[in-house]
């Protein structure tokens, strides 16, 4: 019987496991899967982030850490002929899947749930169609004159309780005061003056995005732990927003090269449909056989929580605190405050998927183990076992949901990392592909970045190094 996941999981009283067991049952996945496994050179870790977008135009304003490249779109629609036709992406974050489909002909699809991905979007796509010529000019004086500073207006900036103080006085001033001063132009010109100011928060405040939470500059007067954190410069308001409208602007006016040779399409762009909102509540509302490929990156398994290293971004898109309660708990499991979602009161068609999970023999010796280790206090956080357990069968879903709306042969691309907790390894990779298998898919190729990466000082520290595969999954629909 699948199980309901509408309360916190409670283990009944089970035998001893231990990581043998763990070890054991992970071997035995992995013969399964071994023909599949293959390391590929060519996937460099910075292929597979935000880092090759550094330098691209379009993609380099914002810096979207958790995404992957435009050039890895570009590698795998090539590699597996997908040229035609419409895709999705179910965790479209700041659209690099979508804009690159589009540059290639095929129609896209993404569903975003936070406010920071949907606006960047939303700005990308007004940019590619509407800005005239008049709407450049305007932004242009914004790069040589800085209208704002005289102002007597302003616009109070939103906080949130993590992100009071993030400021220093003269900037949160200068924030507040341009954020006035732009209603002055129109609307095309406000939203990408608005949408300047969300790319520059971070390198103008005294935090620093690092997974889990933002960290603070010991210059803001916060304390963070023993050690004091010195981000390095902190770049003043008036070069930051100047820079990045410049930078804006040098890739999109028309009379530039990069302009030129950005809008030279050899095909007619694709059509871009954002779905706002989470992929479980989305998904079961979308069409069968929809779509040709899925190309994707869920959140890890590894305790980053977006609403809070987004904070500076949500509080300016106007986010309250009940609002970032909401989204930390609507979004997938990948938290230790996420609860558990009550999956089959969201979509009762889901009992075989939750069987998919039930029936992996890896991942319930992993939960096993977890729960043990949290009866006998051994765990640093004791919501470890319900984030990992909400991830996996979550994801289930995810997964059985994709296998519907995707037509026969389709292939799935998804873009992964394995995990570490409490000494336990967890090949997220194998876990999924194995449940995949029983969902409509077929497991093409398990492709392997040649370097993986390490595990937490903490575990290390006390069960040793143990380095950890990151991977892309390439999945075919049955």
């Not at 979508?98 to 896209?108: E, I, P």
């Not at 500059?217 to 409208?245: N, P, W």
């Given at each position: 019987m699948a199980t309901n996941l509408t309360l916190d999981f409670k283990v009944e009283p089970v035998e001893s496991i231990d990581l043998g067991e763990i070890e054991r049952l992970d071997s035995e996945l992995e013969s399964h899967f071994r023909s599949k496994f293959f390391v590929q050179p060519s996937l460099t870790r910075s292929l597979v982030s935000f880092q090759a977008n550094k330098n691209r135009p379009v993609y380099r304003w914002y810096k979207y850490k958790e995404g992957f490249s435009a050039s890895l779109v570009e590698h795998f629609f090539q590699?597996?002929?997908?040229?035609?036709?419409?895709?999705?992406?179910?965790?479209?974050?700041?659209?690099?899947?979508?804009?690159?489909?589009?540059?290639?002909?095929?129609?896209?699809?993404?569903?975003?749930?936070?406010?920071?991905?949907?606006?960047?979007?939303?700005?990308?796509?007004?940019?590619?169609s509407k800005f005239t010529a008049e709407d450049f000019d305007a932004l242009e004086k914004w790069t040589k004159t800085p209208f704002w500073k005289e102002s007597q207006d302003r616009i109070t900036l939103n906080e949130l309780r993590i992100t009071a103080g993030a400021y220093s006085e003269e900037t949160k001033d200068q924030i507040e005061k341009y954020l006035a001063a732009v209603k002055s132009e129109n609307e095309r010109v406000q939203a990408v003056l608005f949408f300047a100011l969300l790319c520059v928060l971070e390198i103008i405040s005294y935090t620093r995005k690092d997974?889990?939470?933002?960290?603070?500059?010991?210059?803001?007067?916060?304390?963070?732990?023993?050690?004091?954190?010195?981000?390095?410069?902190?770049?003043?308001?008036?070069?930051?927003?100047?820079?990045?409208?410049?930078?804006?602007?040098?890739?999109?006016?028309?009379?530039?090269?990069?302009?030129?040779?950005?809008?030279?399409?050899?095909?007619?762009?694709g059509n871009i449909h954002l779905f706002d909102g989470s992929s479980l509540d989305v998904m079961p509302k979308l069409p069968s056989d929809e779509y040709d490929a899925i190309i994707t990156s869920p959140p890890y398994c590894n305790r980053y929580d977006y609403t809070r290293t987004y904070a500076l971004e949500l509080a300016l898109l106007g986010i309250d605190e009940k609002g970032l309660i909401d989204?930390?708990?609507?979004?997938?499991?990948?938290?230790?405050?996420?609860?558990?979602?009550?999956?089959?009161?969201?979509?009762?068609?889901?009992?075989?998927?939750?069987?998919?999970?039930?029936?992996?023999?890896?991942?319930?010796?992993?939960?096993?183990?977890?729960?043990?280790?949290?009866?006998?206090?051994?765990?640093?956080?004791?919501?470890?076992?319900?984030?990992?357990?909400?991830?996996?069968?979550?994801?289930?879903?995810?997964?059985?949901?994709?296998?519907?709306?995707?037509?026969?042969?389709?292939?799935?691309?998804?873009?992964?990392?394995?995990?570490?907790?409490?000494?336990?390894?967890?090949?997220?990779?194998?876990?999924?592909?194995?449940?995949?298998?029983?969902?409509?898919?077929?497991?093409?190729?398990?492709?392997?970045?040649?370097?993986?990466?390490?595990?937490?000082?903490?575990q290390m520290g006390e069960h040793g190094r143990d380095e950890l595969r990151k991977c892309i999954y390439v999945w075919r629909k049955i």
């Open positions: 590699k597996y002929q997908i040229s035609t036709g419409k895709i999705l992406d179910p965790f479209a974050g700041s659209g690099t899947a979508l804009f690159t489909a589009s540059a290639m002909g095929l129609d896209a699809d993404g569903i975003e749930l936070l406010p920071i991905g949907q606006q960047i979007i939303s700005t990308k796509r007004l940019l590619e997974g889990q939470y933002l960290r603070w500059d010991y210059r803001s007067g916060r304390t963070q732990g023993k050690k004091l954190f010195d981000k390095g410069e902190i770049v003043g308001f008036e070069k930051a927003i100047a820079e990045k409208i410049g930078e804006i602007m040098a890739d999109l006016r028309p009379t530039t090269p990069i302009q030129k040779n950005l809008f030279e399409q050899k095909v007619e762009p989204l930390r708990q609507t979004m997938l499991s990948c938290t230790v405050e996420n609860r558990a979602k009550d999956l089959l009161k969201i979509n009762p068609k889901w009992a075989n998927a939750l069987a998919a999970a039930d029936s992996q023999e890896l991942l319930q010796a992993i939960l096993k183990y977890l729960e043990l280790q949290k009866a006998q206090g051994l765990l640093n956080n004791n919501g470890i076992p319900r984030m990992v357990r909400g991830y996996f069968y979550e994801m289930a879903c995810i997964i059985a949901e994709c296998a519907r709306v995707m037509k026969s042969n389709a292939a799935l691309i998804m873009v992964n990392d394995n995990v570490r907790y409490a000494g336990a390894s967890i090949s997220v990779d194998m876990i999924l592909s194995s449940i995949a298998e029983k969902l409509g898919f077929r497991v093409e190729n398990i492709l392997v970045l040649p370097s993986g990466k390490g595990n937490s000082s903490q």
